[in-house]
């Protein structure tokens, strides 16, 4: 099975900081990544998909590169509904659809 | 509106079974995968179960096969997780979402609360 690493797992950062979050695959996924945000006893929302697609309605502020094996999740400006937990997930293979074990966006 | 709504969850013995039911509405859910999602406790979000839109392929993270089951109504707009010989681990909070393969979870419901204890 293939084994989704994110890191940091947790990240302290303000209001208006670029914030960064990086996610490594097992094996080559191909751009078949997606990135969520999940609010406390929220259901997780999606954010990106295909690595670097912007799903509607999500704000410009957030964008995804990469691709094989190494993915990167950017909020060019973080703003205070953002302090969530962040999950990366590959949906490229036929039986298994894994997600990284998360990264929490704290208040510094 | 699209959405998915989860019922069926509750407090049940080890050992035991529970039926988790999925109500899709505001889409055409045979065009879509459709796939079960838990979160325990404090954890983070554990993929658990997927289905074909024709019901003709189904997979399981491996701490489950043999003991749920996955299956899904077009007719009646619905899916649904059948879970047998519950184990405390299966405690966590159940969601339905709209994905599979190739195709992102886009749409997610509220989740349903499943509690295995005695």
């Known amino acids: 099975d293939i084994q989704m690493t994110q890191s940091p797992s947790t990240l302290s950062a303000s209001v208006g900081d670029r914030v960064t979050i990086t996610c490594r695959a097992s094996q080559s996924i191909s751009s078949w990544l997606a990135w969520y945000r999940q609010k406390p006893g929220k259901a997780p929302k999606l954010l990106m998909f295909?690595?670097?697609s912007l799903e509607s309605g999500v704000p410009s502020r957030f964008s995804g590169s990469g691709s094989g094996t190494e993915f990167t999740l950017t909020i060019s400006s973080l703003q205070p509904d953002d302090f969530a937990t962040y999950y990366c997930q590959q949906y490229d293979t036929y039986s298994s659809w894994t997600f990284g074990q998360g990264t929490k966006v704290e208040i510094k | 509106e699209v959405q998915l709504v989860e019922s069926g969850g509750g407090l049940v013995q080890p050992g035991g079974s529970l039926r988790l039911s999925c109500a899709a509405s505001g889409f055409t859910l045979n065009n879509y995968w459709m796939s079960w999602v838990r979160q325990a406790p404090g954890k983070g979000l554990e993929w658990v179960a997927s289905i074909k839109q024709d019901g003709s392929e189904i997979y399981y993270v491996d701490s489950v096969k043999g003991r749920f089951t996955m299956s899904r109504d077009n007719a009646k707009n619905s899916v649904h997780l059948q879970m047998n010989s519950l184990r405390a681990e299966d405690t966590a909070v159940y969601y339905c979402a709209r994905g599979g393969l190739r195709y992102a979870f886009d749409i997610w419901g509220q989740g349903t609360k499943v509690t295995v204890s005695s």
């Open positions: 295909k690595a670097s």
